[in-house]
C-alpha cells in the first residue's frame, strides 16, 4: 500500500465521522490518466474532503503557510494534509509561480491527479470568485480533462481565524469535465485562456449554486478591513 493509502484508509473514516459527507458525481473522475480537480475555496480544510471524497490520489499545491505546525490543532492539520498528498510553494515573490507550475506540470505528466482552486483564496464572502488563467494554461498544455468540484459547509468548520475545527455536515459533488475543445492548442494565448478559465468556473458555479462575481477575491481581500 501507498503511503497516500496508508494515510487514507485513516485519514478518510475519522473525517466522514467528525464530518458526515454527501458524495456525488464521483464516476466523473476519470479511473486513469491526467486529470485536474477545480473547486471552490471556501475554507483551509477544502482540500481534505476533497482527498477523501476522490477514489483517486489527489496532489495539490498550497501555500507554505499551511504547514506551520506551532499548536498541536495545527500539527494534526498539517499531518493530515501532508498525508493526502498537499504539496507546499514558496508563496515570496519570484518564488511561487514557476514552482507552483513546475509541480502541477510534474503531477499531470506522471499521470497523476491535480487539484486547485482557481481562486487562487478563499472566498471572502461564500460567492464564487474570478478564476486565475493558470487554470486554462495547465489544461490546454497537458490535454489533461478538468473536472469541476464544488463543496458545500467547509466554510462553518474551519473559517477563517478559527483555530480548533467545529463539526458540520459537508457536500462534495464532481461534476461532468468541461469542453475545452474550443480553445484546444491556445494555452499561449491570453484570452483564449480567460475564456476557458470563464467556462470552467461557470461548470463550478452550477455545481455549487453559488453567486459568480467578476472579481479576483484577493482584490476584494485587499479592500476589506484589516482582520477581517
Not at 510553494?89 to 518564488?95: A, I, L, M, S, Y
Amino acid at each position: 500500500m501507498s503511503l497516500y493509502g496508508a494515510a487514507k484508509v485513516v485519514i478518510a473514516p475519522t473525517a466522514r465521522l467528525a464530518w458526515p459527507q454527501r458524495v456525488e458525481g464521483v464516476h466523473h473522475v476519470p479511473r486513469l490518466g491526467p486529470v485536474i480537480l477545480a473547486a471552490n475555496h471556501l475554507a483551509l480544510i477544502d482540500p481534505l474532503f476533497i482527498g477523501v471524497a476522490c477514489p483517486r490520489p489527489v496532489r495539490f499545491i498550497a501555500k507554505q503557510e499551511l504547514f506551520d505546525e506551532g499548536t498541536l490543532p495545527r500539527r494534526l492539520f498539517t499531518r493530515a494534509l501532508r498525508g493526502i498528498g498537499q504539496l507546499s510553494v514558496d508563496r515570496r515573490p519570484g518564488q511561487s509561480a514557476q514552482e507552483a507550475m513546475d509541480s502541477s506540470l510534474k503531477v499531470l505528466r506522471e499521470g497523476e491527479v491535480f487539484g486547485i482552486f482557481p481562486e487562487g483564496t478563499r472566498s471572502p464572502d461564500g460567492r464564487l470568485y474570478k478564476g486565475q488563467t493558470g487554470l486554462a494554461w495547465l489544461a490546454l498544455t497537458t490535454g489533461a480533462p478538468v473536472v469541476p468540484v464544488a463543496l458545500a459547509g467547509t466554510d462553518r468548520i474551519l473559517p477563517a481565524g478559527r483555530r480548533v475545527p467545529s463539526f458540520n455536515r459537508v457536500g462534495v459533488r464532481f461534476g461532468e469535465p468541461v469542453d475545452l475543445s474550443a480553445w484546444e492548442g491556445q494555452a499561449h494565448r491570453a484570452r483564449p485562456r480567460r475564456e476557458a478559465t470563464d467556462a470552467i468556473m461557470a461548470a463550478i458555479a452550477k455545481l455549487s449554486g453559488q453567486e459568480q462575481v467578476p472579481r479576483f477575491a484577493s482584490s476584494v481581500k485587499a479592500e476589506l478591513p484589516q482582520g477581517r
